[in-house]
């Protein structure tokens, strides 16, 4: 997808923000809460902003060239001292199947390791998710194991595979 661009999560996004929680697969493979609250999509963005201001969290809408939304690419967590950042990406329904993925985590990875000097990503990945596994594998990164009952989600422990990504990879 070579119109994809990645801009600033800000508040003119919070429409297709909460359009993205009315997707099951969404609210599958993320760790968004089921059901999300009400107010969720403001606190995700408020959440988002808030981080940026100190570095240690930012968030970006994916737009296709006409300025549409077609997804999330972000880094909840942005630990400066230690060079980690955790990626993480959400593709809009009607976008999907059009390597949008792919070249959301493409340009993420680039930004972590340019722009926030990072020396290890890594992504968190629900182990039912391998479309998602697979974008990973794409973007160079290498599957290290899986984390066994690493988060609760409607009463249910969920297994996770972590990925990671060094400079020299």
Not at 62 to 81: H, Q
Not at 87 to 114: C, D, E, K, N
Not at 127 to 138: D, L
Request: hydrophobic content about 45%; charged content about 25%; aromatic content about 6%.
């Amino acid at each position: 997808m070579d119109d994809l661009r990645l801009e600033l999560l800000e508040e003119r996004h919070l429409p297709a923000m909460t359009a993205l929680l009315h997707d099951p697969e969404v609210l599958r493979f993320t760790r968004v809460p089921e059901p999300p609250p009400e107010d969720f999509p403001r606190q995700w963005l408020d959440r988002y902003v808030e981080a940026r201001a100190d570095g240690t969290a930012e968030a970006f809408a994916a737009v296709d060239g006409r300025g549409a939304f077609i997804g999330l690419a972000l880094a909840p967590t942005i630990d400066r001292e230690s060079g980690e950042v955790e990626l993480g990406y959400i593709v809009a329904q009607p976008a999907r199947g059009r390597g949008v993925a792919t070249a959301m985590l493409a340009q993420l990875t680039a930004w972590a390791f340019s722009s926030v000097g990072a020396q290890r990503i890594v992504l968190i990945i629900d182990v039912r998710n391998p479309a998602s596994e697979r974008v990973a594998e794409r973007c160079g990164y290498t599957r290290e194991g899986v984390m066994r009952s690493i988060h609760l989600k409607q009463g249910i422990r969920v297994d996770a595979a972590l990925w990671s990504r060094l400079p020299s990879d």
